[in-house]
DNA sequence: CGACTTTGACCGGCGC
DNA sequence: GCGCCGGTCAAAGTCG
């Protein structure tokens, strides 16, 4: 695996914060998100990327780009921290921008409200590690409870995956395993069909997060990466400079592609030809993502075409996003 | 020695 | 019911 960088400074200052792959010699030319029928912000909201709705210009919202002036202050000091408390936790994961995220509410509902879905996120099963149900509540009960893969060596059956809502970024890089700020641990690797690469599994590797990653090349375009996300973080990102959390760095990183268009923008975020973000609605989630990867590629093609001489805005908010 | 990766085995869901 | 396949476990190996 091409990735297996274990010399690699993986969470050094310099490398460790960028949205970009570790050490990778790629350079952005472009990224941008392509359409999708969610608001991003709302979607970085919902999985942890809390991003400030003024600042969000470059989630989909109002046009221009992060202001890493007006977000960093917001994050200094107390947010610094890599690991919270499960209730200092709880605002951020509760209610980061209540109003972006309404919709994105409605949609978990609906996810949820699928029977192959619901029985089990509502029941909470005591899955073992795989149980992602990253809400306040159960991250403080994940805290005063013993470590849930202690019950995971009894628990083998009788148990369902519980699927948490996920979205897959779509990056053209050579690198497998992009930088995203956090600690992954990889627990699994399986050859796909119909794919000549291999996917990847990743859990965070916070005592009490579980969220998870899927990194997979496409078997369409091999230059094409898709990493998929499941779940929320319930914590500050590890391994971002002192004062900068997920939100600065995944404004940074944005913002970065936009080349040259921040100050402050950093080499490493420069490493990777990102294509698209995109949230697995709810009927696909749980599905093979090799499959979807095919549509979001697609959508991203097309999508670039839209794009062509639209600016830098049009590298990374989709046009309908700067109409709101 | 701890953290992490590798990898074969196992399990559950799903389609036939 | 059976087989396929995706996802996960966990022991062993690797690395710093």
Request: charged content about 25%; hydrophobic content about 15%; overall charge negative.
């Given at each position: 695996m091409a990735g297996k960088e274990k010399g690699d400074p993986e969470f050094t200052f310099e490398s460790s914060w960028g949205f970009g792959h570790r050490g990778s010699d790629d350079v952005v030319n472009h990224g941008y998100f392509f359409g999708s029928d969610y608001k991003e912000s709302s979607m970085l909201s919902e999985f942890?990327?809390?991003?400030?709705a003024e600042s969000s210009g470059v989630c989909?919202?109002?046009?221009?780009?992060?202001d890493l002036d007006r977000i960093e202050p917001d994050l200094g000091g107390s947010r610094a921290d890599d690991c919270v408390s499960a209730d200092s936790l709880a605002p951020r994961c509760e209610g980061i921008s209540r109003s972006s995220i309404e919709p994105m509410v409605a949609d978990a509902s609906a996810s949820a409200s699928n029977p192959s879905i619901s029985s089990s996120s509502s029941e909470?099963?005591?899955?073992?590690?795989?149980?992602?149900?990253?809400?306040p509540s159960s991250a403080a009960a994940a805290a005063a409870s013993p470590p849930s893969d202690i019950a995971s060596k009894t628990k083998k059956k009788g148990q369902k995956r519980i699927r948490q809502q996920s979205f897959a970024f779509v990056t053209k890089s050579?690198?497998?395993?992009?930088?995203?700020?956090y600690r992954w641990r990889k627990y699994g690797q399986k050859a796909v069909k119909n794919s000549p690469f291999p996917r990847s599994y990743y859990r965070c590797?916070?005592?009490?997060c579980m969220v998870k990653k899927r990194i997979e090349r496409s078997s369409?375009?091999?230059?094409v990466v898709i990493t998929t996300y499941e779940g929320k973080h319930c914590h500050y990102s590890a391994?971002?400079?002192?004062?900068?959390?997920q939100d600065a760095a995944f404004a940074r990183y944005l913002s970065t592609l936009s080349n040259s268009?921040?100050?402050?923008?950093?080499?490493?975020?420069?490493q990777g030809n990102y294509l698209g973000i995109t949230q697995l609605p709810p009927h696909i989630q749980?599905?093979?993502i090799g499959d979807q990867s095919h549509d979001i590629v697609q959508g991203t093609t097309s999508s670039q075409s839209q794009l062509d001489g639209q600016g830098l805005l049009g590298d990374i908010v989709p046009h309908e996003m700067r109409n709101r």
């Open positions: 942890g990327w809390d991003i400030p989909g919202c109002d046009g221009g780009f992060v909470n099963p005591p899955e073992k590690s795989t149980v992602s149900d990253i809400s050579e690198i497998d395993n992009l930088e995203d700020g590797t916070h005592s009490k369409e375009d091999p230059s391994g971002y400079p002192r004062g900068m959390n268009h921040l100050h402050n923008t950093r080499p490493s975020y420069t749980g599905k093979d």
